[in-house]
C-alpha cells in the first residue's frame, strides 16, 4: 500500500569516516509496518565492525578532544543546519519505516536539532569546582571524557534520539558508536551521510544491525560508557553483559506505566484533551512517556470518560504518510502481537472495552499492524493492563476516591518514568507530585520536554537522567588534582 511512495533504500554503515557494508556482507532488511512490504536495507553489523569502529572512535579522539570548545560546537551547528535541510526526506522516510505518523516525525527532526544546539551552549558549563579543604593547598577538579561512548538507540524516535543525544556526548571531548534500532534503522544512514560530509572521520561512528550488533557494543571492554533508551528487559541485560567485560557506567531511560491523575477540581475539558494527547496516538502510544493509565476522581470519572473518548472517536487511523492521518501502525509484528495479547487479557480479566480493540475496517488493513485506539474503563490495579506496559495505543481508566488511594495506584507498580498530577489546590498538587515514585511529573499538564530539564525514571523505568546539564556531566569523568604550595614534609595523618 504505502511502500511503493519512495524508492527502495539501501544504506550503509559509518566507519571511520566512511560509508560501508557489513564485513561479512549481511544485510538487514526493513519492513513497512502498514503492508509489510520491504522498504529498504542497511548492513547487518558484525562483532568485526563493531571493534573497527570502536577502533575508529578511540584513534579519532585525542585529536577531537583537543579542539576547543567552540570548534566543537560549530561542528555541532553545522549538523543541525544539515539535518534541516533534509527534514522532509528524513520524516517521510521515518514514516515509512516506524508507522509513525509524518507531522510527529517532522517534529521530531526539528526537536533533535534544537537540542543539539541547547547541548552546544551548554557545553560551556562543564566546569570543574576549586574545594577549600586544607590550608596552604590548593584542590580542584577538571572534567575529562571517557574517550568512547556506546550509545542504542530505540525503534520509536530514530533520529529524534540518534541526533540529538549525539551531541552530549561529542561536545564532551568523546567519540561515539551509535546502534540503531533493527526495527526502524533506515535514518540512520542518512545521519551517517551528513556526519561523513560534516565531522571528522571517527567522532561519529553509526553501526547498524541486529541484537548481536548491540551485544558487541556493549561487551567491547574499551567502552567505558553507554547509554540507552529501551525496555526495561532489555535495560536489565545491558547493565549485565556491561558489568561481565569491564567497569562501566551504564545509564538507562527505559518504559513507563505513567499515571495521570485527576481530582475533582480539575477543568474537564482539558483533562479529556491531555489526556488523549499525553496517550501519544502519534507515535500509536509507542512512548515510553505515553499517559497509558488515566486515574479519576469518581466524581467527574463519567463525565471524562465521555470526552475522552469523542476525542478517541475521531482520532483517523489510516497511511502514516497522510498529513491527514492522526495514527498509524503499530512498528513490528512482534510488537503488534504483544498489543493484542494485552487487549485480549483485559477484557478476560473484566475491563471493559469502551472503544476500539480490534483491526480497522478496510481493504488498505488488510496486510500490515494495525489495531484500533483502544479504551478500557472498570480497570483496577489487580489486572495486568493497570501494571505493565503495553507499549501500543491501550489506554486504561480507573477510579479512585481519595488521595492516598490515588498515591498508592499510581506507585502499586514497578515503573516510575512520568506522571501528571491535575488539581487548583496547590498543595495538594505538591503533596501528591511528590509522593508519586517517578521523575518526571508535570502538575495540570502532560507530555512536554523542557529544555534543560532532567529527563528519567525511578524504580525499573531507568538510572540516570538526559536533557539537562546531569546528562553532559555523565559523559565525563571527574579527577581532583591537589596542588600543595610551597612544598612540605608528608604527614599521613593530617588528612
Not at 5 to 27: A, C, H, N, Q
Not at 45 to 61: L, N, R, W, Y
Not at 461 to 476: A, H, N, P, Q, V
Request: glycine residues 12%; proline residues 5%.
Amino acid at each position: 500500500m504505502h511502500g511503493k511512495t519512495m524508492p527502495y533504500f539501501t544504506g550503509r554503515m559509518l566507519i571511520g569516516g566512511e560509508l560501508v557494508e557489513s564485513k561479512d556482507g549481511g544485510w538487514l532488511e526493513s519492513i513497512n509496518p502498514a503492508d509489510e512490504t520491504q522498504i529498504g536495507r542497511v548492513p547487518m553489523g558484525s562483532k568485526a565492525d563493531m571493534d573497527a569502529a570502536v577502533e575508529a572512535a578511540e584513534k579519532a579522539q585525542p585529536a577531537w578532544a583537543a579542539l576547543s570548545m567552540s570548534q566543537r560546537a560549530e561542528y555541532i551547528h553545522k549538523l543541525g543546519d544539515a539535518l534541516m535541510k533534509r527534514q522532509e526526506e528524513i520524516a517521510k522516510l521515518e514514516s515509512l519505516d516506524t508507522g509513525n505518523t509524518l507531522g510527529p516525525m517532522k517534529r521530531d527532526v526539528r526537536t533533535a536539532v534544537e537540542r543539539m544546539r541547547f547541548a552546544a551552549g551548554l557545553a560551556y558549563e562543564l566546569k570543574g569546582e576549586t574545594i577549600p579543604s586544607t590550608p596552604g593547598n590548593i584542590h580542584m577538579t577538571i572534567r575529562q571524557p571517557y574517550g568512547v561512548i556506546g550509545r542504542i538507540i530505540p525503534f520509536n524516535h530514530p533520529i529524534g534520539f540518534a541526533a540529538s543525544r549525539i551531541a552530549p556526548a561529542i561536545i564532551s571531548g568523546n567519540c561515539i558508536v551509535v546502534k540503531p534500532s533493527e526495527q526502524s534503522p533506515l535514518s540512520a544512514s542518512i545521519l551517517g551521510e551528513i556526519c561523513k560530509e560534516i565531522m571528522p572521520a571517527g567522532v561519529v561512528n553509526i553501526v547498524t544491525g541486529g541484537r548481536e550488533t548491540g551485544e558487541a557494543l556493549v561487551r567491547h571492554p574499551r567502552v567505558k560508557r553507554i547509554a540507552f533508551i529501551g525496555q526495561p528487559v532489555s535495560g536489565m541485560a545491558i547493565q549485565k553483559a556491561a558489568a561481565e567485560t569491564a567497569v562501566k557506567l551504564v545509564t538507562l531511560e527505559l518504559g513507563g506505566k505513567n499515571p495521570l491523575i485527576a481530582f475533582e477540581d480539575s477543568d474537564i475539558e482539558k483533562v479529556a484533551a491531555c489526556a488523549v494527547g499525553g496517550m501519544n496516538f502519534g507515535w500509536q502510544g509507542q512512548s515510553c512517556g505515553s499517559m497509558s493509565r488515566i486515574v479519576l476522581h469518581e466524581s467527574i470519572h463519567d463525565r471524562v470518560v465521555e470526552k475522552i473518548l469523542e476525542r478517541v472517536r475521531k482520532i483517523k487511523v489510516g497511511n502514516p504518510t497522510d498529513p491527514a492521518t492522526n495514527m498509524g501502525p503499530i512498528n513490528n509484528k512482534q510488537q503488534y502481537q504483544k498489543v493484542l495479547s494485552y487487549i485480549d487479557i483485559a477484557k478476560k480479566e473484566g475491563a471493559k472495552l469502551l472503544h476500539g480493540g480490534n483491526v480497522p475496517q478496510g481493504d488498505e488493513f488488510k496486510r500490515g499492524f494495525w489495531v484500533e485506539p483502544t479504551v478500557f474503563g472498570d480497570v483496577n490495579m489487580s489486572m495486568r493492563i493497570a501494571k505493565e506496559e503495553v507499549f501500543g495505543p491501550v489506554m486504561s481508566i480507573l477510579k479512585f476516591k481519595t488521595e492516598a488511594e490515588a498515591i498508592q495506584m499510581a506507585n502499586a507498580i514497578e515503573l516510575g518514568l512520568t506522571a501528571a498530577v491535575w488539581t487548583n489546590d496547590i498543595s495538594r498538587a505538591i503533596r501528591v507530585a511528590t509522593a508519586v515514585q517517578a521523575g518526571y511529573i508535570w502538575i495540570n499538564g502532560v507530555g512536554q520536554h523542557y529544555r534543560g530539564v532532567p529527563y528519567g525514571g525511578f524504580k525499573n523505568s531507568g538510572i540516570g537522567r538526559e536533557e539537562g546539564i546531569s546528562e553532559m556531566l555523565s559523559y565525563t569523568e571527574e579527577k581532583v588534582i591537589n596542588i600543595v604550595l610551597g612544598g612540605g614534609d608528608y604527614n599521613p595523618a593530617a588528612g
